[in-house]
């Protein structure tokens, strides 16, 4: 009896001491998540300028890029995160101002965020825009989180003030000649080459600090006519449809390339005419659609034999207009 007693004793105080331990397994604090910003040491903003406004870009190593574009037709401003791995669906995160990682771990919450499922992640206001390009003069940095793709923890984004201020002088330079363009006494910068797939023909020029990172890629779409016509399908018009919407969702591309093409079968001069008239059906279509005509540039290209595509579609590639975006 005095034996079985004394097991019960050992096995309440082996019960009390594994329930101790599973409390100090309980009360262990969650690991942080970990703060995305690139280093002080190898941080870069670079400044751009392209034919519709200026750029200042920031990308953050396998997490995402930050850009923020001036405008120049209404002098607003905009920034957005491009996640390299956006959330797979909408959420809601949290925008703060902080102390740079160097300082304090002081911070202020400015607004909730919209969290889109698209490439385009996150999407300031002009207001906001310039609330946070008023921090990163300060030397203070923006952090936005927001719910990650691949698990329960958040995604947390900060932008650093580390060699911001050389590349904003740049940027409000080039604000600054843009709006001189309007009294004469300025010329408006080219489209920088190669950010959208497509360079452009008039792409010298461009001022930038250091060489620019990827870019995202801007709207883009593919329009086929019929065999030796010019007129619009069904399929067609939803097709520019569909591009205007995605245009207007993204405000950094100022500049639409309608480039229209025909083979060299035949004549070179009709179907460079054909090439030149498909694209002009997609640009007064895109004008109807509220696209300003300013925005938009005619091209047609007659593809040379080795780039005829031979298929049972009707040679679809050849009778095509290319809708392409730029900066």
């Not at 499922?117 to 300031?124: I, K, N």
């Not at 604000?175 to 309007?182: A, K, M, N, S, T």
């Not at 405000?251 to 009709?270: C, E, F, K, M, N």
Request: hydrophobic share 35%; proline share 5%; charged share 25%.
């Amino acid at each position: 009896m005095k034996e079985l007693g004394r097991t019960t004793h050992l096995s309440l105080i082996g019960l009390i001491a594994l329930a101790l331990l599973n409390g100090k397994a309980l009360a262990q604090p969650e690991p942080q998540t970990q703060v995305h910003r690139a280093s002080p040491h190898h941080a870069q903003w670079h400044t751009f300028e392209g034919r519709s406004g200026c750029h200042l870009v920031h990308e953050i190593a396998s997490v995402g890029t930050a850009l923020i574009s001036y405008r120049h037709t209404d002098g607003r401003q905009f920034l957005s995160f491009f996640a390299r791995t956006p959330p797979r669906s909408q959420h809601e995160g949290d925008l703060y101002i902080s102390e740079p990682s160097w300082g304090s771990d002081r911070r202020s919450h400015i607004e909730r965020l919209m969290v889109h499922p698209h490439q385009r992640t996150l999407r300031f206001s002009n207001r906001t825009t310039n609330r946070l390009l008023d921090a990163l003069r300060q030397g203070l940095e923006p952090q936005f989180n927001y719910p990650s793709a691949h698990s329960d923890q958040e995604v947390k984004v900060a932008l650093t003030p580390a060699a911001f201020q050389n590349a904003h002088r740049h940027y409000i330079e080039c604000i600054d000649r843009h709006e001189r363009v309007d009294a004469g006494t300025a010329s408006r910068g080219a489209v920088i080459p190669g950010r959208t797939g497509e360079a452009m023909a008039d792409s010298g020029g461009g001022v930038w600090e250091g060489s620019l990172p990827r870019l995202p890629r801007g709207p883009r779409a593919d329009i086929y006519f019929a065999t030796a016509s010019d007129d619009l399908t069904r399929d067609a018009i939803n097709e520019i449809r569909d591009f205007v919407r995605d245009l207007e969702d993204n405000p950094h591309w100022g500049v639409v390339l309608s480039i229209g093409y025909a083979d060299t079968r035949g004549s070179p001069q009709a179907n460079e005419q054909l090439a030149r008239e498909r694209a002009q059906r997609v640009r007064d279509e895109l004008v109807r659609l509220g696209i300003p005509e300013r925005r938009i540039n005619i091209e047609a290209r007659l593809l040379e034999s080795d780039e005829l595509e031979e298929d049972t579609y009707e040679l679809a590639k050849n009778r095509r207009v290319e809708l392409r975006t730029a900066l």
